[in-house]
């Protein structure tokens, strides 16, 4: 079953906090096993059975079109009269 995930943090270094779906599920894996140059708010494509994750790999489009969504809600803040951006 395939599913997308967003990593929401690293934490002591070792595990990756990933949400997972549409319900966030929340899964923690070593981050050793995230794919090579992964970061915090990036997304990812899950491969998943019984609750295991046994293949990931970075979605750059989702990711880009998250990132943008996120530059683009900054940017009418900052044009909002009175904004505190």
Do not use: C
């Not at 096993?33 to 295991?52: A, C, I, N, R, T």
């Not at 790999?57 to 943008?68: C, G, L, V």
């Amino acid at each position: 079953m395939a599913e997308k995930a967003v990593l929401d943090r690293i934490e002591d270094g070792k595990h990756a906090v990933l949400l997972i779906g549409d319900e966030e599920k929340e899964k923690i894996i070593p981050s050793s096993e995230l794919p090579e140059g992964s970061k915090e708010g990036m997304w990812f494509q899950v491969d998943l059975e019984d609750s295991k994750i046994v293949k990931i790999s970075i979605d750059q489009a989702e990711t880009k079109k998250r990132e943008k969504r996120i530059s683009d809600k900054m940017a009418k803040l900052k044009k909002k009269k009175g904004g505190k951006f």
